[in-house]
C-alpha cells in the first residue's frame, strides 16, 4: 500500500528536500506553498511532485486544503510540518505584527494541520506526524524571541500529541535542526555567517538532505516504537 504525505512549506529549502526524499522513498507527496509561485511551479515542472496553495496560519484554510490533498492524492498517513518564517528583532522593538506573524505560522500551523489530519490517523490506525523545531527553539537566540518561544512551544506540542496517539499507532515525533545551508541563511552577513560556522564542532552548516533523511526515517512503517522524540541535527553545536 502506497501511504500519501503532506509537506507543509514542501517546495522550498528543507521542505524541498523532505518531499524529494519522500518520494524517492516511495510515497505519494504533496506539497504546500503560501505564497512563492514561480519557485512552487518550478518545483512541480521538475518532480512531479502536486503542489497545493494556502496559508498554513489559517484554520480553515488548512481545513479546505486538506480535503482537497485527500481528493487528490488520498487520505493523509504522513504529515511533515515544516512551514516557518523569521521576523526578528529585539523584544524591546518588536511590534506584535512581528510576534504574532511568527507564532501563528509556526506554531499555529502546526495546530491547524495536525487538527485536520489526526482524526483519519486514529480511525485507520496509523499515523506519521513529524514537526520541524529548531536549535533556536531549545537554547534560545538574541533577536528571536518569537521564533525561539514558537520552535519551543513545538516540542511541549510533540509530546504531548504523541501520548494521545500511541495507542492509535499514530507517532509524533519533531526534529531540531542546526544552522542549514538553505535559503533562509542566504540573508546572513558574510561576517556572521562564518562567527556561526565557528561555533559548529563539525566545522560547517548542515544540510537540508541530512534533515530530509532523519524524516524518512522517522515516517517509515518501521519506526513505530518511536514516540515523543526530538532529534537534533546541528553538527554538536548543542546538546
Known amino acids: 500500500m502506497t501511504r500519501t504525505a503532506l509537506v507543509t512549506g514542501g517546495t522550498r529549502g528543507i521542505g524541498k528536500a523532505v518531499s524529494l526524499a519522500l518520494q524517492a522513498a516511495g510515497y505519494r507527496v504533496g506539497a504546500v506553498y503560501r505564497s512563492n509561485t514561480d519557485a ?18 489559517d484554520f480553515e484554510a488548512c481545513r479546505s486544503g486538506v480535503a482537497q490533498v485527500e481528493q487528490q492524492l488520498g487520505p493523509i498517513d504522513i504529515l511533515v510540518n515544516n512551514a516557518g518564517i523569521t521576523r526578528d528583532g529585539f523584544l524591546h522593538k518588536m511590534d506584535a505584527d512581528q510576534w504574532w506573524r511568527v507564532m501563528n505560522t509556526n506554531l499555529g500551523s502546526v495546530f491547524n494541520m495536525s487538527r485536520h489530519v489526526i482524526e483519519g490517523m486514529r480511525e485507520r490506525g496509523f499515523g506519521r506526524i513529524v514537526n520541524i523545531s529548531s536549535i533556536n527553539g531549545e537554547k534560545g537566540q538574541l533577536g528571536q524571541t518569537n521564533y525561539a518561544a514558537a520552535k519551543a512551544g513545538i516540542l511541549g506540542f510533540t509530546k504531548s500529541l504523541a501520548l494521545e496517539g500511541a495507542r492509535k499507532n499514530v507517532t509524533v515525533n519533531a526534529i531540531a535542526p542546526g544552522y542549514c545551508d538553505t535559503d533562509m541563511m542566504a540573508s546572513v552577513p558574510e561576517q556572521t555567517l562564518q562567527a556561526i560556522i565557528a561555533s559548529i564542532p563539525v566545522g560547517r552548516l548542515g544540510t537540508a538532505e541530512e534533515v530530509a533523511r532523519m524524516v524518512a526515517f522517522l515516517v517509515a512503517d518501521e519506526a513505530g516504537f518511536i514516540t515523543g522524540a526530538t532529534f537534533d541535527i546541528n553538527g554538536g553545536q548543542h546538546m
Open 40 to 57: 512552487a511551479q518550478t518545483f512541480q515542472k521538475m518532480t512531479s511532485v502536486p503542489v497545493f496553495q494556502w496559508d498554513v496560519a
